[in-house]
Nanobody, 122 residues
Framework: QVRLVESGGGLVQAGGSLRLSCVAS????????IGWFRQSPGKQRELVAG???????NYADSVRGRFTISRDNAQNTAYLQMNSLKPEDTAVYYC????????????????WGQGTQVTVSS
């Protein structure tokens, strides 16, 4: 059973940057596709970005060109680099592991981290 722990959230001004990390334990990281999701109050959890085991990536239209997902299999870690942040990016960000990456889209599995809060002030 894989365990996922996110970190790197915080408070940042609009236009700033943050890098989120997702560390996996309890299982080998290499075979997993990984997805980053976010959820803000009153809204459904949405996919932000996904990365396959072969490093293919996909992004939500709202973040494409500003966010970059990456992974370091040797460190069992996935990252989400977030640049040019906007107030509407404010949300709790979650890492998901072990889902399916197919047709250039990441489909989540049951393995979620606890989430990390990102707040962007205007």
């Amino acid at each position: 059973q894989v365990r996922l722990v996110e970190s790197g959230g915080g408070l940042v001004q609009a236009g700033g940057s943050l890098r989120l990390s997702c560390v996996a334990s309890g299982s080998t990281f290499r075979p997993f596709a990984i997805g980053w999701f976010r959820q803000s109050p009153g809204k459904q959890r949405e996919l932000v970005a996904g990365i396959s085991t072969t490093f293919d990536t996909n992004y939500a239209d709202s973040v494409r060109g500003r966010f970059t997902i990456s992974r370091d299999n040797a460190q069992n870690t996935a990252y989400l680099q977030m640049n040019s942040l906007k107030p509407e990016d404010t949300a709790v960000y979650y890492c998901n592991g072990g889902g399916r990456y197919t047709d250039n889209y990441y489909y989540s599995s049951g393995a979620w981290g606890q989430g990390t809060q990102v707040t962007v002030s205007s």
